[in-house]
């Protein structure tokens, strides 16, 4: 079974300071993955995603991602915090034979003026 | 329509009480899920659909739990005999593809207080 880890549930920055939101998965082969948003009262926003070739992938709002096979990470980053960040968010992974999604326990994220 | 659209957004029930939520998918899209999102968690899954078909129930909690897509378009997700544990953000989502490549458009979810 696959499993996701998301280290810090909470995670402070200071505006227009890097951000790093680690997720770190557990699968036999490598899987999809993928980051989500999600603001208060609202449904998930895909930010980026992971299934083949380049393993640097870049997302909305200037988010982006680095897929490290060796150390099954996919950690997400953004060089500059913006207010509109302060959100929750989630990885997760698929198995390349099946669809759902299996999520992390997610990150809180403020960015503090 | 342009989104995934969830009715009701918001459901007080009373425990013991029958409810139903209604997802309306992106016309077209194939794929159809539902997630059920506690309080401070990551979604967790619970059914798929492709089309009218239900190809996997694997996360429904109980027999409480039952989903249906008749026309392979709106689903709805029924919970019958509600007992507090339920009340949770139910998350629909749905996918133009078949495999999980795509990534989901996800709906702004039911919230649902079993009281």
């Known amino acids: 079974a696959q499993s996701v880890t998301q280290l810090g549930s909470h995670v402070s920055v200071s505006e227009g300071a890097l951000v790093l939101l680690r997720c770190n998965y557990s699968?036999?082969?490598?899987?999809?993955l993928f980051w989500y948003v999600q603001y208060p009262n609202q449904g998930l926003q895909l930010l980026l995603k992971?299934?083949?070739?380049?393993?640097l992938v870049k997302g909305i709002n200037g988010f982006e991602a680095e897929f490290k096979k060796s150390e099954t990470s996919f950690h997400l980053t953004k060089p500059s915090a913006h207010m509109s960040d302060a959100a929750e968010y989630f990885c997760?992974?698929?198995?390349?034979?099946?669809?759902?999604?299996?999520f992390g326990s997610g990150t809180q994220l403020t960015v503090l003026p | 329509g342009a989104g995934v659209s969830q009715s009701p957004r918001y459901k007080v029930a009373k425990r013991g009480q029958d409810v139903a939520l209604r997802c309306d998918p992106i016309?077209?899209?194939?794929?159809l899920f539902w997630y059920q999102q506690a309080l401070g968690q990551g979604p967790e899954f619970l059914t798929y659909?492709?089309?009218?078909?239900?190809?996997?129930k694997s996360g429904l909690p109980s027999d409480r739990f039952f989903a249906e897509r008749p026309e392979g378009s709106v689903s709805t997700l029924k919970i019958q005999r509600t007992q507090q544990e339920d009340s949770a953000v139910y998350l629909c989502?749905?996918?133009?593809?078949?495999?999980?490549?795509?990534?989901?458009?996800f709906g702004s979810g039911t919230r649902l207080t079993v009281v």
């Open positions: 699968s036999s082969v490598p899987p999809y």
């Open positions: 992971y299934t083949t070739g380049a393993t």
């Open positions: 989502a749905s996918s133009l593809e078949r495999t999980g490549s795509g990534g989901y458009t």
């Open positions: 659909f492709q089309n009218e078909a239900q190809l996997d």
């Open positions: 016309s077209g899209h194939v794929s």
């Open positions: 997760a992974v698929s198995p390349r034979s099946a669809r759902q999604l299996t």
